[in-house]
């Protein structure tokens, strides 16, 4: 029954009840044997609401890394399906996400497997509160966790990570870090980041003519250390490609570049006119209209403030 589901099937919600016999519930859908709610899981259906989600799911589909979000309700207390889900992780039970693009269509988007215990957080609702969360790891099938774990970086992170944050008594948010900083130093995901840029900006530096790759650095504009999550970390969005004369000046923060792309060249102060002109700066100097979509320019933002 479930063969159905593969890359480019579409379904309703009302399709999924009836005839695939999930309860009709929205965020996390459970299917039990013989319809018995004291019975074993036979299937979960996760659904990724774009349009709707209050607590965003962490979904790449590029890297296969998946990180469901529940939420504590009343006295922030997990239950019914966030109390399901726990069970995945103790059984082979099939999960299958499915993604809400389009108001009343799901596509689905393939079979999950789970990669480590849930672990708890937090992140405010729509009213700004702060709210219990739960987040539930998973890779897409056909992804290896091995792969996207870096092994050796987890060990250094691990250490520079308890240096880092000795004052933080917070586990959940170190973990959370560390989950962050693996994700970030995994080599593959770094090239997948690198390969996206290299691809938008044809292989040639934002602002200047350099195009010999050898050359050119796909420089973060919020650098991990203080990315939120990995999210900003991997999102291509938060680069930029530079040569390495022009990554050395943005990374220090020498230049940086308004919403409209122009320069802002805020290390007069160490750059004088000559060295404007070996570098190829100039107060006109700015980055092309089409590499600054909305999250690029929220992510400039933030790089002059940093
Ligand atoms: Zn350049």
Redesign the pocket.
């Known amino acids: 029954m479930y063969e159905d589901f593969k890359v480019g099937f579409k379904t309703t919600d009302k399709e999924l009840n009836k005839k695939y016999g999930f309860i009709p519930t929205k965020g996390i859908k459970t299917k039990r044997i013989d319809s018995n709610s004291k019975n074993k899981l036979e299937a979960v259906v996760l659904i990724n609401n774009i349009i709707k989600s209050v607590y965003p799911n962490h979904i790449n589909q590029a890297t296969g890394y998946v990180e469901y979000v529940g939420y504590g309700e009343n006295n922030q207390e997990f239950i019914r399906e966030n109390k399901s889900l726990n069970e995945v992780y103790d059984y082979d039970v099939p999960v299958y996400l499915f993604e809400c693009v389009i108001e009343g269509e799901l596509n689905y988007v393939g079979k999950l497997n789970p990669v480590k215990q849930p672990y708890y957080s937090e992140a405010p609702n729509m009213n700004n509160e702060m709210r219990k969360i739960i987040k539930f790891p998973f890779m897409i099938k056909g992804y290896s966790y091995e792969n996207y774990i870096d092994k050796n970086s987890f060990k250094e992170d691990v250490d520079t990570t308890k240096s880092e944050h000795k004052k933080n008594t917070n586990t959940t948010a170190v973990n959370g870090y560390i989950e962050a900083k693996i994700a970030a130093r995994n080599p593959y995901v770094q090239r997948k980041f690198r390969n996206s840029l290299l691809n938008e900006f044809n292989s040639k530096?934002?602002?200047?003519?350099?195009n010999e790759k050898n050359l050119l650095i796909a420089s973060h504009i919020v650098p991990y250390t203080k990315c939120k999550d990995v999210d900003e970390m991997i999102n291509s969005n938060n680069g930029l490609l530079?040569?390495?004369?022009?990554?050395a000046l943005f990374d220090k923060n020498l230049i940086s570049f308004n919403e409209y792309g122009k320069i802002e060249i805020t290390g007069n102060k160490y750059l004088s006119t000559a060295l404007h002109e070996l570098l190829?700066i100039a107060e006109d100097t700015e980055i092309e209209d089409l590499h600054l979509n909305e999250e690029r320019k929220s992510f400039l933002q933030r790089h002059k403030v940093k």
Request: hydrophobic share 40%.
């Open positions: 530096c934002a602002i200047c003519d350099i530079l040569c390495a004369n022009h990554d190829h």
